[in-house]
């Protein structure tokens, strides 16, 4: 299979028609084998029934439901162990990422050799001070902790090669993260791509700046088991390299 294109999402049923045909649009135009694996994270709305009804109608489009809100990356590792492409894409589901960056997005994993690629929304629909500054500040962060040189590590358009996403593991707000998840994971080549960014067309923003601080929180959790589990007499002396001999 060419693609899978992985879309969490929670309340947006008025946007998952259109986006679909979208895609569809998009696959038929490249003649892509592909598959839509869509995790409905708790939704209060009718997003499963939509769900539904366009599985119906489209046998490569499949669809994870939660009983509840378990957070992006939750939904991301399920949709990851699912996955069957080559190639995989992550997008949100609120339309303001553009299903037509897919086929450049691959170009760059199958012909450029990239593990994975980034998008950067340079130009943005949303820059509200509550979301614009704190924003940048994790941006900034993230590339001096992590030293991975990207503008834009939130971006939830990206593509992965089958075998990052089969290699990393993501759980609590690390969805942030999957970039420097990689990186620790031995894939070297990371790289980025411009992409459009959409104004929301409907319904309404999930940001919150509770995630952004849980967020940090799980940056310091992986650069401290990254820097130090390959070296743990640096942190724990003696007894630091026996508990990790021993698993423990």
């Not at 940001?207 to 650069?223: A, E, P």
Request: aromatic share 12%.
């Amino acid at each position: 299979m060419d693609l899978s294109i992985v879309i969490p999402l929670i309340d947006e049923a008025e946007s998952l028609p259109e986006l679909t045909s979208w895609i569809e649009k998009v696959m038929n135009e490249n003649n892509y084998s592909y598959e839509v694996i869509f995790v409905d994270d708790g939704s209060s709305d009718n997003s499963w029934e939509i769900i539904e009804h366009l599985r119906s109608k489209n046998s490569n489009i499949k669809g994870i439901k939660f009983q509840r809100n378990y957070g992006k990356s939750a939904g991301l590792n399920v949709a990851f162990q699912a996955a069957s492409g080559d190639v995989v894409i992550t997008m949100d589901a609120d339309l303001q990422d553009s299903p037509e960056e897919i086929p450049d997005l691959r170009k760059m994993i199958v012909e450029g050799g990239y593990d994975m690629v980034s998008g950067w929304k340079k130009k943005r629909y949303d820059n509200t001070l509550t979301k614009n500054i704190p924003s940048k500040f994790f941006n900034a962060v993230t590339r001096k902790v992590s030293g991975i040189k990207l503008h834009d590590f939130n971006c939830g358009l990206k593509a992965y090669s089958k075998r990052v996403v089969k290699g990393v593991e993501v759980y609590g707000e690390m969805h942030r993260y999957i970039p420097v998840l990689a990186k620790w994971a031995g894939f070297k080549k990371i790289g980025e791509k411009v992409v459009e960014h959409r104004a929301r067309k409907y319904g309404v923003s999930k940001f919150g700046w509770r995630r952004f601080v849980n967020g940090f929180l799980d940056l310091l959790s992986i650069t401290f088991v990254g820097k130090f589990s390959k070296r743990p007499m640096h942190f724990f002396g003696m007894w630091g390299t026996l508990f990790f001999m021993v698993g423990l």
